[in-house]
T-cell receptor, first 116, second 115 residues
């Protein structure tokens, strides 16, 4: 049973470049989450989707960040233009909609992003 | 809004010794509680969860946690750690009304196991 798959695992790019992070959730999961992890701020929820629709993007730091989910098996997080302070590990997670009982989130291995 | 406090940022422990990681939460409504583990260069994995029922919850890798509603705590324990338990551990909470699992994470506790 494949877990959440993220690509690339590592990304190094120069300031000002566009960065696209990709995520494939677990099949059958209705919710998809994007997190950012830094030493200073810990794990922050950036945005989440339900059935491919963005529900809450209040955690997105600024307009340079955007996320899409064109179908149930794929999501992207884009940063344009990128800045050094965007350097972090970005995680994607997915979970089922049980309707009645909380279901745990399953995390990918993350994308380690370095903006020079 | 709910919040989670992990009281220790780092816990050094010798191999085969017991370990306890402390977690306290704050919420005006009922919550579900989780512990996740993050091994180096990996994503978070669920260790255990408390949803309802028995307040003592057993998880994977020999870990257990006890929910204490009066003290609003959910401390994680393992009676005998291995070198492979070296990792960062995150306590998380979600509202019972959020069935889809929007999590509020604590800051994490780094466990370093030495021989």
């Amino acid at each position: 049973d494949a877990g959440v798959i993220q690509s690339p695992r590592h990304e190094v790019t120069e300031m000002g470049q566009e960065v696209t992070l990709r995520c494939k959730p677990i099949s059958g999961h209705d919710y998809l989450f994007w997190y950012r992890q830094t030493m200073m701020r810990g794990l922050e929820l950036l945005i989440y989707f339900n059935n491919n629709v963005p529900i809450d993007d209040s955690g997105m730091p600024e307009d340079r960040f955007s996320a899409k989910m064109p179908n149930a098996s794929f999501s992207t997080l884009k940063i344009q233009p990128s800045e050094p302070r965007d350097s972090a590990v970005y995680f994607c997670a997915s979970s089922q909609d049980s309707g009645t009982l909380n279901q745990p989130q399953h995390f990918g291995d993350g994308t380690r992003l370095s903006i020079l | 809004a709910q919040s989670v406090t992990q009281l220790d940022s780092q816990v050094p422990v010798f191999e085969e010794a017991p370990v306890e990681l402390r977690c306290n939460y704050s919420s005006s409504v009922s919550v579900y509680l989780f512990w996740y583990v993050q091994y180096p260069n990996q994503g978070l994995q669920l260790l255990l969860k408390y949803l309802s029922g028995s307040t003592l919850v057993k998880g994977i890798n020999g870990f257990e946690a006890e929910f204490n509603k009066s003290q609003t705590s959910f401390h994680l324990r393992k009676p005998s750690v291995h070198i492979s338990d070296t990792a960062e551990y995150f306590c998380a909470v979600t509202l019972v009304t959020d069935s889809w699992g929007k999590l509020q994470f604590g800051a994490g506790t780094q466990v370093v196991v030495t021989p």
